[in-house]
């Protein structure tokens, strides 16, 4: 069955083993199996209308195209929804895959439509090495391989807003400039990726509080931990983004400061130079009783009484700290 991209089985001990790709079988009576499908295939589609292990509702859940994360108990079933960053080439991290969850007592069945790498780390660890013994503590396991495949991409958003802050204490107006932009799209990637964590932690924490025959003591305290490490990634991510409204305060004041002190040169230059056109203003009306209208050296006395006029103009600036 093409529809099957991973198929599993889990004894009472924690032993996997793989299992045939081609049966979806029922729900394991020691242990349990665990079913990844392919959301885009269309066997997938058939396969969820056709069976009786998995209602409507569960159906809906599984093969809808975009859903947020949340937690559904339906007796002693549960639907949970879970995101998990896009780290496939070409992609922004910020554009998370949902990964849904139909969990019965002896059987684990998952659905995604995009390739994740955490799904992968998944595969392997069940071939490597012991796993949870019951349904609950395997979607512990796969709620913090989700985490930790996030942590790279939270990592690299503090250090890019650490690189913004270093550009801050430069004096290349060229790298103020292009900081601008810079943090806009790391705000917005910061808001989008916390989006969806939020509700996560809320998801794993309500399926910690159930009292299902699959989650015992030991489950409920890692998926707690999975919804701590959810509510640290979020707060980290709210830092982030209060660190971009921080740099970009900084930007406009570092801006209005540039403005204000260019706006501050032309006001002394008009101050200057208004007196100065005055004078000039006044000598070339045409009208009688102007002085040195005959002299020969008119120009120059009118020339020398303006440059002693900007002198002390100057001179008053330069003592009242305008310049």
């Known amino acids: 069955m093409s529809g099957i991209l991973h198929a599993w089985t889990i004894d ?21 199996a665990w079913y990844h499908f392919d959301r885009n295939d269309p066997e997938t589609h058939a396969l969820f209308t056709a069976d009786e292990g998995v209602d409507a509702i569960a159906t809906r859940t599984l093969l809808a195209f975009d859903t947020r994360p949340r937690t559904i108990v339906r007796g002693k079933d549960v639907l949970i929804n879970l995101r998990g960053v896009n780290l496939n080439e070409g992609a922004n991290p910020e554009d998370m895959i949902p990964l849904r969850f139909f969990i019965q007592s002896g059987r684990v069945v998952s659905c995604n439509g995009k390739p994740m790498k955490a799904i992968g780390d998944m595969v392997e660890r069940l071939g490597s090495q012991t796993v949870s013994r019951t349904p609950g503590g395997f979607i512990a396991s796969f709620a913090l391989a989700l985490i930790e495949r996030m942590s790279p991409t939270i990592t690299d958003l503090n250090e890019r807003v650490d690189t913004l802050e270093e550009l801050l204490e430069g004096k290349d107006p060229s790298q103020r400039d292009a900081a601008r932009g810079k943090v806009a799209e790391l705000r917005r990637q910061a808001i989008m990726l916390r989006r969806y964590l939020a509700p996560q932690k809320d ?14 003591g030991d489950d409920q305290l890692r998926l707690r931990d999975a919804a701590d490490q959810a509510t640290r990634v979020a707060e980290e991510l709210d830092a982030v983004r209060e660190r971009c409204a921080v740099v970009k305060d900084q930007l406009t004041d570092m801006r209005a400061e540039e403005m204000n002190r260019n706006m501050m040169v032309l006001s002394v230059v008009a101050a200057i130079f208004l007196p100065l056109g005055l004078v000039s203003g006044m000598m070339g009306i045409n009208v009688g009783g102007m002085p040195w209208v005959e002299d020969g050296n008119g120009f120059w006395y009118v020339t020398g009484i303006i440059v002693v006029i900007g002198i002390v103009q100057l001179a008053v600036f330069r003592l009242v700290k305008w310049i």
């Open 12 to 32: 009472e001990a924690g032993q996997a083993s793989p299992a045939p790709t081609d049966v979806f079988g029922d729900p394991l009576d020691a242990g349990y």
């Open 203 to 216: 998801a794993l924490t309500a399926l910690s509080q159930q009292q299902l025959p699959w989650i015992n």
